[in-house]
C-alpha cells in the first residue's frame, strides 16, 4: 500500500494519491494533471476511480482533465448530482483497490453532498479517513456554501455535529485524518499547522470535538464565520456542471497581449493582474493594476478573493512565467485572460505610476501626521495579536466593496501583518483614484515596537 498526500500551497489544498498492487486512485485532485501524470508514470500504476468528497467551491476539480487522461470514473457520494457521468455511491459501499478496499462514509454538513473515504488496510484494519472539507486539524468545515432556500447553515451545522459524533468520532482512536485543506483556506475559521493527524488527538485538540450539545456545537461553529470570496459560487457550479478541457484553455490564455489594445481594454473593464514582487511592483507599474505577488503561499486564492471571476485579465509577470500564471488561475476557474505583458518598453510613460512604500519608524513623523491608518488584517487577527489605536479596520477581501466608507482625498498609511496583503490593499486604492497610499514595510508585526 502506497499513501502520498500532494499539498498544493497555493490552494492550502491537500489531494491524494493511494495505489495498492498496481492499481491507483486520486482523491479531490487540483486542476493540473502533471502532477498526477508523472506520480502515476513512476509508479508505474493504473488509475481506477478519481474519488470527490463534494463540490469544491474554493478551486477547480481535475476530476474531468483525469478522467479522460486515464480513462478512469469518478465517484461522488449519491446526493450529488452533475452533467457528466460519475459513480453515486451509496453509504457503506466499498470500492476495492488492489488489496485494500475503501469504505463511503456519508457525512453531510459542509454541504448536503459531502462524503468521507475510509481505507481499511490489507488486513482490513481501519487505517486513515480522507474527510474532505468534513474534518480538518483543529477545526471542521464551514456550514455555510450550500445553504438555499430549503437547507440553512444551521440545518447544515446540525448535518456537521451528527456526521462528526456519529460516524468519524466512532473511528479507532488510531486512524490517520486526511483533510482537503490546511492553514490558509477559506473553507474554515483557525486551522493547525499541521496537514494530518488522527481521530484520537483531534478528539482532544480539536476546538469543535469537545464535549457539547448539538445547540452549542451550531452556535460555535456559526461564530466568527467571515463572508466566503464570491468566486466560491462560480467554481461550485463548474465543478458541478464541467468545465473546458484544461490544456485548450491554457493554449487559448497563454498569448502576449497586443500593447495597443491596452487603453481599449482598459477603458473596457480589463483587470490589470500584476504578479511581479512587491518591490519590483511600487517602482513602476501601468495604471489600474493590482499587485498579487506570484510567489505568495495562498496566491491563487488572494486573486479569487479580491478579483472578480467575470472580469477579462491582462497579466504583468516576469518573462517566462506566463504559463504558470495561466495555470494557476485556471485553477481558480479564472479562464478568461487577454494575454500577457512582460515589458514596459512599448507602454506609454503617462500609463505608468509609482506606489510609495514607508519603514514603520516613518509612520508618526510630521509628514504622516495627517494620515489614516488602515488595517487590513482580518478581526480575529486584531483580537489575537493585538491591534493599533484610532486605525480604520477594513478586510482585504472587503475593501473594494467599502471604498465609498473612505476618502480618495485623504492620506493613507496600510497595513496587515506582513506587508503582502497591504500591498494588494494599496494597489486596489491606487487604482481607485486614491491620491496619497503608502504601504508600511512589514506589516503590523514590524509597527509593534514604534507603538
Known amino acids: 500500500m502506497f499513501i502520498k498526500q500532494i499539498y498544493t500551497n497555493c490552494l492550502s489544498q491537500a489531494s491524494y494519491y493511494i495505489e495498492s498492487d498496481g492499481e491507483a486512485i486520486i482523491i479531490d485532485p487540483i486542476r493540473d ?14 488509475v481506477k476511480y478519481i474519488f470527490e468528497t463534494h463540490f469544491h467551491a474554493d478551486f477547480i476539480s481535475g476530476h474531468l482533465d483525469l478522467k479522460n487522461i486515464f480513462n478512469s470514473e469518478i465517484v461522488f457520494g449519491s446526493v450529488a448530482e452533475t452533467k457528466y457521468d460519475i459513480i453515486k455511491a451509496e453509504n457503506n459501499s466499498i470500492f476495492n483497490i488492489g488489496s485494500i478496499k475503501i469504505k463511503v462514509l456519508h457525512t453531510p454538513g459542509h454541504t448536503p453532498e459531502s462524503v468521507c473515504y475510509l481505507l481499511y488496510d490489507g488486513n482490513n484494519n481501519e487505517y486513515c479517513v480522507f474527510t474532505g472539507d468534513t474534518l480538518f486539524i483543529g477545526e471542521v468545515g ?3 456554501l450550500a445553504i438555499s432556500s430549503s437547507v440553512t447553515q444551521s440545518d447544515l ?17 488510531n ?15 483557525t486551522f493547525s499547522k499541521e496537514t494530518f493527524s488522527t481521530i484520537g488527538e483531534q478528539k482532544k485538540n480539536n476546538y469543535a470535538l469537545q464535549k457539547m450539545s448539538k445547540e452549542k456545537f451550531i452556535e460555535v461553529v456559526l461564530d466568527g464565520i467571515l463572508t466566503p470570496p464570491l468566486y466560491f459560487s462560480h467554481d461550485a457550479k463548474m465543478n458541478k456542471e464541467g468545465y473546458q478541457e484544461t490544456s485548450k484553455v491554457i493554449e487559448r490564455n497563454v498569448k502576449k497581449f ?3 489594445d491596452l487603453e481599449k481594454e482598459i477603458s473596457n473593464g480589463v483587470v490589470i493582474l500584476d504578479v511581479r514582487t512587491g518591490n519590483d511592483f511600487e517602482k513602476g507599474f501601468i495604471k489600474n493594476s493590482i499587485n498579487i505577488t506570484k510567489t505568495f503561499q495562498s496566491f491563487a486564492t488572494w486573486v479569487g478573493a479580491v478579483i472578480p471571476f467575470d472580469k477579462n485579465i491582462i497579466i504583468v509577470c516576469y518573462s517566462g512565467e506566463e504559463e504558470e500564471v495561466v495555470s494557476r488561475l485556471a485553477r481558480v476557474g479564472y479562464e478568461n485572460v487577454l494575454g500577457f505583458i512582460t515589458s514596459f518598453n512599448d507602454v506609454d510613460s503617462d500609463k505608468i505610476e ?11 513623523s510630521s509628514n504622516f501626521s495627517d494620515a489614516i491608518f488602515l488595517d487590513v488584517r482580518k478581526p480575529m487577527e486584531l483580537e489575537t495579536v493585538g491591534k493599533m489605536s484610532n486605525s480604520v479596520n477594513i478586510r482585504l477581501q472587503e475593501l473594494s466593496e467599502n471604498l465609498s466608507n473612505l476618502d480618495p482625498e485623504k492620506k493613507y498609511l496600510v497595513f496587515c501583518a506582513g506587508g503582502y496583503r497591504s500591498m494588494i490593499a494599496s494597489s486596489i486604492l491606487k487604482s481607485n483614484a486614491f491620491k496619497s497610499v503608502y504601504n508600511i514595510y512589514g506589516g503590523f508585526n514590524s509597527m509593534q515596537s514604534f507603538l
Open 33 to 46: 494533471s502533471n502532477l498526477y501524470i508523472d506520480l502515476v508514470k513512476s509508479r508505474q500504476s493504473q
Open 142 to 144: 464551514r456550514p455555510d
Open 157 to 173: 451545522a446540525s448535518q456537521l455535529y451528527d456526521s462528526l459524533h456519529n460516524i468519524l468520532m466512532k473511528l479507532n482512536d
Open 175 to 189: 486512524v490517520i485524518v486526511y483533510p482537503a485543506h490546511g492553514p490558509g483556506s477559506a473553507c474554515g475559521k
Open 258 to 260: 497586443p500593447i495597443n
Open 354 to 364: 509609482k506606489l510609495d512604500s514607508i519603514r514603520p519608524e516613518q509612520m508618526f
